[in-house]
């Protein structure tokens, strides 16, 4: 008999319920272009200051107000084009919005130079005396503070507009990337007991990945490396370009290295960045080799391969959910957050802030998009599993920690360092696991639960950890002259995590290839930061225990506080110094426990 074969849907085929709202951001493309073009037109509204803001601090706070007012507009609009594309790449429609929408970005930018180029032209001390004459600029003190760090790195006024004047051209390595991934690359279809299975990123990294069938779980894992090995070529060229771009521009802008450049927006020292990679890498891989090792014995495995890493053990017990019965949990878990926060959860996950379908061309993992003076929005492809509520609680963080800024902030002081970007999502990981574990009585679920948040840990621990050690070896090769291939990059991958598992994992060709599955190499030094996120919120969730609603009530301040302070200080708001390497150490050993009181459970 023949078995029906499961298909994914089309966009146009999901309930609405399953998608998010975007009618929240623009009630048709029609509307949405509209706007874009009055924003387009409204140009002028910043630009007639061009030339004038050494007249003084009236006329520099009216062109600072103006700028936020359409980057306010320009917000929505780019946010709905982003998510048009990452609902389905392969729409047309949406691939015409997103052109659209680059083009009208790289215009705008180009045409805003002015601001940053005469601010810097300005004499020593005259935005300071702007600053004491004019109290309606205190607001923007810290991003004129930002604009004037930069003057040792600035280039002709002539040069940077011509440069962010082809801002759309010099994004098109994350575009082309993108655009292969969601539309181009295709996976043959994998057996299940007789049963065909469809195959995409999605679903490999979702799913199958997950699987306590090992069989299906490396018949998916070749299926999956066939099809990136076909592209190996084009997205070395993509990533390689990229990477050059970061090397000229960092050398025609007089940074020590591609590093020092990408830092300094983070407002991040160098000690703190190489602190975060050489201590967690080298304390923390003793840790999960013995994690890999129980695996392969509990497995009994003849060796472990890269795809074994996040199979479950305790194989068949894998806790199932609904997106319902997980947004009650996860609203409970969250409630010694607040009321103010909890209204936040209770919208995002009644009001269609969530999109759980997954369709053709829909772009891969989660993420969370927070425009300015709209709700956030968030993607997950959901899947009924326990896992899946794990992760929309991460993304939730996200949503949470940007409505509370958005409520406390104005655009000018919303987005804080990508240093502390991580911590508030990972910290409704850890509060979410926390709640399972204390309400429930049952071994086979609390162990699950550690495996879980141990997870977490991998996630920011080591994925990301280690690419960002991937990174940090690209840009020494970079910068030394050496060639970037498909061949040079695999091989620094396949080195990377070499060094990192020892004899306890095999590192094959596909695990070689890992470097091709994320976008986060095309935004620049942003991998590690999910490593000080959850190091900060380690830390926090600790002295949640030690303390309670003061440190909760820290927290809190720092939600609100969004970018007015520099990532140290925001942190230092909450109660953690991440100056020093006691968090990192803290935190690793607190791995390391986990993996302890795992160990036990098998004896």
């Not at 180009?110 to 001390?125: H, K, N, R, V």
């Not at 070749?222 to 050398?251: C, D, H, M, P, R």
């Not at 100056?579 to 004896?603: N, Y």
């Amino acid at each position: 008999m023949e078995q029906q074969k499961e298909r994914r849907l089309t966009r146009d085929q999901v309930p609405t319920s399953l998608k998010w709202k975007l009618e929240d951001l623009f009630s048709s493309d029609g509307s949405w272009e509209e706007e874009l073009t009055s924003i387009l037109d409204s140009i002028d509204s910043v630009t007639q200051y061009q030339g004038k803001l050494g007249d003084g601090a009236a006329v520099l706070l009216a062109c600072l107000k103006a700028e936020e007012v359409l980057y306010e507009r320009l917000i929505k609009v780019a946010t709905f084009a982003h998510l048009r594309v990452a609902e389905d790449g392969t729409n047309p429609s949406n691939q015409g919005i997103a052109g659209k929408n680059a083009s009208a970005m790289a215009k705008i930018s180009g045409a805003f130079t002015f601001i940053e180029s005469e601010l810097l032209d300005l004499e020593d001390g005259v935005v300071w005396q702007y600053l004491e004459e004019e109290k309606d600029l205190v607001p923007f003190r810290k991003h004129l503070l930002d604009i004037l760090s930069k003057k040792p790195h600035r280039l002709s006024p002539e040069t940077e507009a011509v440069l962010a004047s082809l801002g759309e051209v010099l994004s098109a390595p994350f575009m082309i990337y993108q655009r292969t991934k969601s539309s181009d690359m295709q996976f043959d279809s994998i057996e299940d007991q007789g049963e065909e299975k469809p195959m995409s990123f999605a679903l490999f990294e979702d799913r199958y990945e997950l699987s306590a069938n090992t069989e299906l779980r490396r018949s998916a894992y070749q299926s999956f490396g066939k099809t990136l090995k076909q592209y190996t070529n084009t997205f070395a060229a993509t990533y390689a370009t990229e990477i050059k771009k970061q090397v000229v521009t960092a050398g025609l802008r007089k940074y020590e290295s591609v590093t020092h450049m990408l830092l300094e927006p983070q407002e991040v020292t160098i000690e703190m960045y190489h602190n975060l990679l050489d201590i967690i890498q080298a304390e923390l891989a003793p840790h999960m080799r013995r994690l890999a090792k129980l695996k392969q014995r509990e497995f009994g495995l003849d060796q472990m391969l890269f795809c074994d890493l996040k199979a479950p053990l305790d194989p068949e017990y894998n806790p199932q959910t609904t997106y319902a019965d997980a947004s009650k949990e996860i609203l409970t878990a969250l409630q010694i957050l607040g009321p103010e926060y909890h209204e936040f959860m209770e919208k995002g996950l009644s009001q269609r802030w969530v999109d759980l379908a997954d369709n053709v061309g829909k772009s891969t993992g989660a993420f969370c998009a927070s425009p300015y003076g709209v709700h956030p929005f968030i993607l997950v492809t959901w899947t009924d599993t326990m896992r899946g509520a794990f992760i929309l609680a991460h993304e939730l963080g996200h949503a949470g920690h940007f409505s509370m800024a958005s409520r406390y902030q104005r655009l000018t002081n919303l987005r804080c360092s990508l240093y502390c970007v991580e911590a508030p999502s990972t910290m409704n990981e850890l509060l979410f696991g926390q709640y399972v574990l204390a309400k429930s009585d049952d071994p086979r679920l609390k162990r699950w639960v550690i495996q879980q948040s141990l997870g977490t840990y991998y996630h920011n621990y080591v994925t990301h950890l280690l690419e960002a050690e991937f990174q940090r070896r690209v840009y020494a090769q970079a910068e030394a002259g050496k060639p970037l291939t498909a061949s040079v990059f695999s091989q620094l991958k396949g080195e990377v995590l070499g060094d990192f598992w020892g004899d306890a994992v095999v590192i094959d060709e596909v695990a070689q290839m890992t470097w091709m599955r994320q976008p986060h190499y095309y935004m620049g030094l942003y991998p590690y930061t999910y490593s000080a996120g959850l190091t900060a919120a380690t830390a926090c969730a600790q002295l949640f225990q030690a303390e309670g609603q003061p440190a909760v009530d820290r927290w809190l301040e720092m939600l609100k506080s969004g970018g007015t302070l520099k990532p140290l200080d925001l942190f230092k708001v909450a109660g953690v110094d991440m100056s020093t390497p006691d968090p990192i150490r803290k935190a690793v050993a607190h791995v390391g426990s986990l993996v302890d009181r795992l160990e036990r459970s098998f004896v």
